[in-house]
């Protein structure tokens, strides 16, 4: 399969999937803000790894939220792809936001001092 095809599907599941989100009636899901970050389908359309970052809310019980949720969104998959096969879902919390917040943090505590703060302080 093309690489810009798989690429398509992985950008629909993740639209598709944000949306849905918002359906989910468990309450562990429902009351954390969820945003899904990425989509990777397998080459071969059975299995998808789904990146989520949390924003409030208990990130173990999101997680066990979102694997109860599992079927309802393969089923909201089905029925707006149109895919051969519904591919299974496995959710992965992505921690690149706060990994990213942490090296940005590092990044401006060893940063050099301004040569015109140092002229001010003479």
């Known amino acids: 399969m093309a690489s810009y095809r798989r ?3 992985n950008d629909a599941v993740r639209e598709e ?7 989910v009636k ?3 899901v429902s009351e954390a803000m969820i945003s899904i970050t990425e989509a990777q389908v397998s080459p071969d359309l059975r299995e998808a790894r789904i990146f989520y970052s949390v ?3 208990d990130k173990a019980e999101v997680a066990k939220g979102l694997t109860s949720a599992t079927g309802f969104l393969r089923r909201v998959l089905a029925q707006k792809l149109n895919l051969r096969i519904t591919p299974t879902l496995t959710f992965v919390e992505d921690d690149s936001m706060a ?3 942490y090296i940005s943090k590092l990044i ?3 940063a050099p001092k301004d040569v015109d703060d140092e002229e ?3």
């Not at 999937?17 to 359906?23: G, M, T």
Request: charged share 30%; no cysteine; hydrophobic share 30%.
């Open 7 to 9: 690429a398509r599907i």
């Open 17 to 23: 999937l944000s949306v849905a989100i918002r359906d």
């Open 26 to 28: 468990d309450p562990r």
């Open 55 to 57: 924003y409030g809310g």
């Open 99 to 101: 990994h990213g917040a």
């Open 108 to 110: 401006s505590e060893n």
């Open 120 to 122: 001010d302080a003479e």
